[in-house]
């Protein structure tokens, strides 16, 4: 199946401290990507849905100038977290679609301090 | 209510035993279906596409009612590998897909 891969897979950073995560199609190119966060126990929580060469879609509740997506390429979609504070912390996984599937990166755990 | 509600469980099933999985949605507007595994502190993996024809996959039988918005998952013959959270996703035209909670298994020898 299509493959999906996620850097770094885990960051421990101090408060106040931006944070850059890479979502990539390895070998198909994918214009739409999507960025979840799963706090423990949780359900996946769509954050926003990110299109290649235009704006992100953000879900309710997710504030665009925290959450900054760039979907610069048709493999590669970067979610950052400015200023992370500790309610941050939470398993972000990134998603692209592939004809009728989606395929799940293996998942970047954010811990802030 | 939530859009998609799943019995978070545990199930505790001995190897060998049939379980069955269901869950509900709210949205009668949604068009696919699908369960999810995830193990533990890993990304989920799809398991199965779920039809309205119903289909297989080896010990695996999916089965979707859409007039009454509800969805199942039947395990036989269960594996202590087969121990994991099982997601009920629900897809709307828009390509979003949204989780239910998932319901814990543990398949015990």
């Known amino acids: 199946g299509a493959v999906v891969s996620q850097h770094p897979s885990w960051v421990i950073c101090k408060s106040g401290t931006s944070v850059k995560i890479e979502c990539r199609s390895l070998?198909?190119?994918?214009?739409?990507m999507f960025w979840y966060r799963q706090f423990p126990k949780q359900s996946l929580m769509l954050m926003a849905t990110?299109?290649?060469?235009?704006?992100?879609?953000?879900e309710q509740g997710v504030e665009k100038d925290k959450f900054l997506i760039n979907h610069a390429s048709l493999t590669l979609s970067t979610l950052t977290v400015t200023s992370a504070h500790p309610e941050d912390s939470s398993f972000y996984i990134c998603?692209?679609?592939?004809?009728?599937?989606?395929?799940f990166g293996p998942g970047t755990r954010l811990l802030v301090l | 209510r939530k859009e998609v509600e799943q019995d978070p469980g545990p199930f505790n099933v001995p190897e060998g035993a049939t379980v069955a999985f269901n869950c509900t949605y709210s949205?009668?507007?949604?068009?696919?279906f699908f369960w999810y595994r995830q193990d533990c502190r890993k990304e989920p993996k799809l398991l199965m596409s779920?039809?309205?024809s119903g289909n297989e996959d080896g010990r695996f039988t999916a089965q979707l009612n859409r007039a009454s918005q509800y969805i199942s998952l039947l395990i036989r013959d269960s594996k202590l590998s087969d121990s994991a959270t099982y997601l009920c996703?629900?897809?709307?035209?828009?390509?979003?897909?949204?989780f239910g909670t998932g319901t814990l298994l543990a398949v015990q020898p």
């Open positions: 998603s692209a679609r592939q004809k009728e599937t989606q395929y």
């Open positions: 070998d198909f190119q994918a214009t739409t």
């Open positions: 990110s299109n290649e060469g235009s704006k992100a879609t953000y």
């Open positions: 949205n009668s507007a949604s068009q696919s």
């Open positions: 779920v039809y309205s």
């Open positions: 996703v629900v897809g709307g035209a828009t390509n979003k897909l949204i």
